[in-house]
């Protein structure tokens, strides 16, 4: 059974860089065919596609977030970690670490969330 | 960016059925997933690729997919079904994935 688990730091003061970890059992970072990224949930609101790592190394993310956002991968580790620079209180928000698996349906290509950390709240305050 | 669109609350008795929408542009061209999310947890994955169902996940859970909308169907519902519902697909001309702005069902 795959399990996530985020750590790091739950308060980050702004302008500051907010960098969270997700270590991975029971799969590897290396693993064909998944991405491992991360969503996030302000308090009271739904959720927000943060980004992925493919096990290529390839990346992508949420224009929203405006180029402050980079994924990593650390195969020594089994893990990837996020990190958001200059945060407001706006990116005050439960972050989940996720496992993405690439699927085929219908002749379509697409992938969905199947393992998920338990959360972590990271808070953005002075 | 691909515009994912849920009502934000429906309401059923128990024992009836509970029907969550999703509206997206020529969402049926799409795969559509839904995960639901009880008060203070993580997301679960319940349904996958429109219709189908993870190990665990009651048959009396369903969705289809068809046309500019997904639907998420619970059957016979339960105290325990209350949660938030999200849909989520995969917007393939930018390689972002999506989310809806989430359902709130809410059990009589």
């Known amino acids: 059974q795959v399990q996530l688990q985020e750590s790091g730091p739950g308060l980050v003061k702004p302008s500051e860089t907010l960098s969270l970890t997700c270590t991975i059992s029971?799969?590897?970072?290396?693993?064909?065919?998944?991405?491992w990224g991360w969503v996030r949930q302000p308090p009271g609101k739904g959720l927000e596609w943060i980004g992925y790592?493919?096990?290529?190394?390839?990346?992508s993310y949420n224009p929203s977030l405006k180029g402050r956002v980079s994924i990593s991968s650390d195969t020594s580790k089994n893990s990837f970690s996020l990190h958001l620079t200059s945060v407001t209180a706006a990116d005050s928000a439960v972050y989940y670490c996720?496992?993405?698996?690439?699927?085929?349906?219908?002749?379509?290509?697409?992938?969905?969330?199947?393992?998920w950390g338990q959360g972590s709240l990271v808070t953005v305050s002075s | 960016s691909y515009v994912l669109t849920q009502p934000p609350s429906v309401s059923v008795a128990p024992g009836q059925t509970a029907t969550i929408t999703c509206e997206g542009d020529?969402?049926?061209?799409?795969?559509v997933h839904w995960y639901q999310q009880e008060a203070g947890q993580a997301p679960v994955l319940v349904i996958y690729?429109?219709?189908k169902r993870p190990s665990g996940i009651p048959e009396r859970v369903s969705g289809s997919n068809s046309g500019n909308t997904a639907t998420l169907t619970i059957n016979r519902v339960e105290a325990g079904d209350e949660a938030d519902y999200y849909c989520?697909?995969?917007?393939?001309?930018?390689?972002?994935?999506?989310f809806g702005g989430g359902t709130k069902l809410t059990v009589l």
């Open positions: 996720t496992r993405s698996t690439l699927s085929m349906a219908r002749g379509l290509i697409g992938d969905y969330f199947d393992f």
């Open positions: 029971g799969d590897s970072v290396t693993s064909s065919g998944v991405y």
């Open positions: 790592i493919f096990y290529t190394g390839s990346t």
């Open positions: 020529d969402i049926g061209r799409k795969t």
């Open positions: 690729n429109d219709d």
């Open positions: 989520q697909v995969w917007d393939s001309s930018r390689d972002h994935r999506v």
